[in-house]
């Protein structure tokens, strides 16, 4: 079965289709991947930078994205620690006997008992990838920006990587007990608050800065965060753009609402003839279904048509220039480079979109998962002050565009500050990625007991907003450090095995699979193998490196998840 970023099944699974750089793995994984200084940038105005809307930081001059973050009642000690925190190297952890936290983006957060940051995803926090002109990230994002631009888009980045459960989720709908609340599948800061795991945490803030601004549009770009599994399209920090138009109702005087209403309707038929056109053969999905896929109570079936075309159109046209640049750039298959590309709209679910879609694009051979999108929820545009507006939202994964758009075979590689990798790009031009070299690979076994799960580890998620107790095990249990100060072992997940691996191993490792499974048919306890593959993308690894870091992995393995090895 399937799953989206929030956790819903669409339907049974094409089998192994991926959409952006992460894919399903176990329950609790997500399939889609496609997601606070926040920039500001029109194509045509300079960029701006948006206020921070964190509270103990600079004060939201112009009010433009309002945080929900909340300042913690804290007792002194948390607090003194808390301040010298500020003081502290940003992004790494701080210990000081019972406490630890960490000085992320400027400002400063003590772990709790949920936090489950390590300190190499800390160390990632800060690269802004998008934000570097030659970075095939960042040309990726200008191409995006390029197709939803001025005059009815505004562009913003937003640099701080730490959002609120309240934004993160609960402003979208997300049920308490969604899997992606899970601390197997999201970095904690603390209970409050996390890395975002999409871009859709910034959309009751942008929501709100476009009702006061009564702009129509927008897209967001910044770095999210999931633990995941390891191989060449999954890594724990990716990018996500997100994009939405808005369509406001304007009721003069002398105009019934109806009256308004046509109007509107007749503008979206006007935006959508002025699109450009394009030559994708387009396999698409019935606009909404009244039980799958409903269009929601509030609005008028003819006007979620329009909004869903608009949305298609608009979105087709985006791939038609990215799959355009890539074959102009001899990425793909030369024998198919004449051919129309084909794509396909799918029915999706997300709890912020109704009805919803993805869109995936055949290429290779392979349908590509490339975005989620759908009409918004009336709810969330009333809350940020747009109740009689209507509109569509999408977010996609920068990596994968951009692994097809240049060629990319390793997600690894978008981190590489080698400038064998780096200087193959610049500003405004797609070239093909020429592989450098290819080192030898290493593989490592380990093999161990899971430890027993305590019924009480077992069944509830341990995930932070209070009343989840007995909530269903969706992500198929608990994390297992409760912070980096404290290690304590609890239910086993796949995602910690990740986790250890990743934080030991770091870009070194290039893929983790399970090898092999069994319960023993006595004692009934189960047995893992993993198979760790070793390989730097920039120079050979020396044996005793590779036994070094395997060395460590084992060991953390057995400390911090209670394995016992076989
Ligand atoms: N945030 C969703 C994800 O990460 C994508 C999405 C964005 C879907 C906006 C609908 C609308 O999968």
Redesign the pocket.
């Known amino acids: 079965m399937r799953l ?3 956790g819903v099944v669409v339907r049974a699974a094409r089998s192994a289709r991926i ?2 750089p992460q894919r399903v793995t176990s329950l609790s994984s ?1 399939v ?4 606070c200084s926040i920039r500001t940038q029109s194509t045509q105005a300079a960029p701006q930078e948006f206020p921070h809307t964190r509270p103990h930081s600079r004060p939201a001059e112009g009010d433009l994205l309002k945080s929900q973050k909340s300042i913690q009642e804290e007792e002194p000690s948390r607090r003194a620690f808390q301040n010298r925190l500020k003081e502290e190297k940003a992004n790494t952890v701080v210990q000081d006997g019972a406490l630890s936290g960490a000085n992320v983006s400027g400002t400063s957060y003590v772990f709790d008992s949920i936090s489950n940051l390590s300190p190499s995803i800390l160390n990632l926090t800060d690269r802004r990838l998008y934000d570097i002109p030659d970075h095939p990230i960042c040309i990726t994002r200008k191409l995006i920006e390029s197709v939803f631009s001025a005059p009815f888009y505004t562009n913003h980045t937003v640099a701080d990587p730490v959002s609120t459960t309240a934004d993160n989720f609960d402003a ?1 709908g997300f049920p308490a007990d969604h899997p992606g609340r899970s601390r197997t599948d999201t970095y904690y800061v603390d209970s409050k608050h996390v890395l975002r ?4 945490a910034h ?1 009751a803030a942008a929501f709100s800065h476009m009702a006061r601004t009564k702009s129509s549009g927008y897209t967001i770009c910044a770095d ?1 965060y999931r633990r995941d599994s390891i191989d060449r399209s999954h890594f724990p920090v990716f990018h ?1 753009m ?3 138009r808005i369509w406001h109702l304007n009721q003069p005087e002398n105009r019934t609402r109806l009256q308004a209403m046509k109007m509107r309707k007749e503008r979206l038929r006007e935006d959508i003839a002025s699109l450009e056109g394009h030559n994708l053969i387009v396999e698409d999905a019935p606009t909404f279904d009244k039980a799958r896929n409903p269009f929601q109570i509030e609005h008028d079936e003819e006007e979620v048509r329009l909004v869903v075309q608009h949305l298609k159109r608009n979105f087709e046209l985006l791939i038609h220039r990215i799959f355009t640049a890539a074959t102009a750039a001899g990425v793909g298959d030369p024998s198919t480079k004449d051919e129309p590309l084909r794509v396909r709209w799918v029915e ?1 679910y ?1 709890p ?2 109704s009805p ?1 879609f993805e869109l995936e694009v055949l290429w290779q051979g392979e349908w590509l998962e490339l ?4 009409v ?1 929820q009336q709810p969330i545009l009333s809350k940020a002050g747009m109740s009689r507006s209507i509109g ?6 920068i990596e994968r565009l951009a692994m097809v758009l240049f060629g990319i075979p390793d997600i690894r590689l978008f981190w590489s500050q080698d400038p064998r990798f780096l200087s193959q790009f610049k500003r405004g031009t797609v070239t093909k990625y020429e592989p450098f070299s290819k080192f030898p690979a290493c593989y490592k076994d380990v093999a161990f007991w899971v430890p027993a799960t305590s019924p009480s580890a077992a069944s509830p998620l341990n995930i932070p907003d209070g009343g989840n107790a007995g909530v269903a095990a969706a992500a198929g249990g608990d994390a297992t450090k409760a912070n980096p100060a404290e290690v304590q072992a609890s239910a086993f997940h796949e995602n910690d095995v990740m986790e250890v691996v990743r934080d030991v191993g770091g870009t070194l490792v290039e893929d983790v699979k399970l090898t092999d499974e069994f319960v023993h048919p006595k004692s009934g306890r189960k047995s893992l193998c993993y198979r760790i593959n070793y390989r730097s993308l920039e120079r050979t690894l020396t044996n005793d490196e590779v036994n070094a870091l395997h060395g460590t992995v084992t060991e953390r393995l057995v400390g911090e998840l209670g394995v016992e090895l076989r």
């Open positions: 989206t970023v929030t959409t952006t997500r889609f991947r496609t997601g979208l795991t999409h871009t859709s959309q999210v996500q997100e994009g939405a999706a997300f912020f979109t919803s975005v989620g999108s759908g918004v569509w939202a999408w977010g996609v994964g």
